[in-house]
T-cell receptor
Framework: AQTVTQSQPEMSVQEAETVTLSCTYD???????LFWYKQPPSRQMILVIR??????QNATENRFSVNFQKAAKSFSLKISDSQLGDAAMYFC??????????FGKGTSLLVTP | DADVTQTPRNRITKTGKRIMLECSQT?????MYWYRQDPGLGLRLIYY???????NKGEISDGYSVSRQAQAKFSLSLESAIPNQTALYFC??????????????FGPGTRLLVL
């Protein structure tokens, strides 16, 4: 079974600064997909960014980017120019062939003024 | 209108009661999922359905059942609710026609409290 590990239960960043959230996973598959979801206090699960394992180029969405290290099975999320609205729980998730998402336990991000 | 809706949004029930959580989607997706979220545990898969006639158990299906009434509707039932089923429940959908970049879209969640 695939496992997803987020080793940072909580992180804090000052507004306008950069923060990196860590995620590692375990799989024997070669083709898979990785995601970061954001869950604000509203409880809604919002897709932040996704990465296809067969792509070497790291995905980027505006202020959000990933550092995907396939050999190390690492998938970290970098948030640049942090904003108060970025405060939320962040979940890393793995999607293997023909199956549903496996989630990490989440990292709570606090953004301070 | 939201693409994925869940009803009810909040529910309080008593131990032993039967309860149904409903999920509807207007995205035209063929795949639907039910997840449960507990504090500190992330989301865990209860059941998933890849089409109307294909229903599969997930990681934590004991104590739950599902029904895929139509492509757009996927219901989760607790036949006899117990307090440790108190959690936040999410429905999600995805489109297999997206191919390799299949993304799951989540409903707003249902908060269930079992007394």
């Amino acid at each position: 079974a695939q496992t997803v590990t987020q080793s940072q239960p909580e992180m804090s960043v000052q507004e306008a600064e950069t923060v990196t959230l860590s995620c590692t996973y375990d799989t024997s598959e070669s083709d898979y997909y990785l995601f970061w979801y954001k869950q604000p206090p509203s409880r809604q699960m919002i897709l932040v960014i996704r990465q296809e394992a067969y792509k070497q180029q790291n995905a980027t969405e505006n202020r959000f980017s990933v550092n995907f290290q396939k050999a190390a099975k690492s998938f970290s999320l970098k948030i640049s120019d942090s904003q108060l609205g970025d405060a939320a729980m962040y979940f890393c998730a793995y999607l293997g062939p023909g199956y549903a998402l496996n989630f990490g336990k989440g990292t709570s991000l606090l953004v301070t003024p | 209108d939201a693409d994925v809706t869940q009803t009810p949004r909040n529910r309080i029930t008593k131990t032993g009661k039967r309860i149904m959580l409903e999920c509807s989607q207007t995205k035209g997706h063929d795949r639907m999922y039910w997840y449960r979220q507990d504090p500190g545990l992330g989301l865990r898969l209860i059941y998933y359905s890849f089409d109307v006639k294909d229903i599969n158990k997930g990681e934590i299906s004991d104590g739950y059942s599902v029904s895929r009434q139509a492509q757009a509707k996927f219901s989760l039932s607790l036949e006899s609710a117990i307090p440790n089923q108190t959690a936040l429940y999410f429905c999600a959908t995805s489109d297999s026609k997206q191919g390799p970049t299949e993304t799951q879209y989540f409903g707003p969640g249902t908060r269930l409290l079992v007394l």
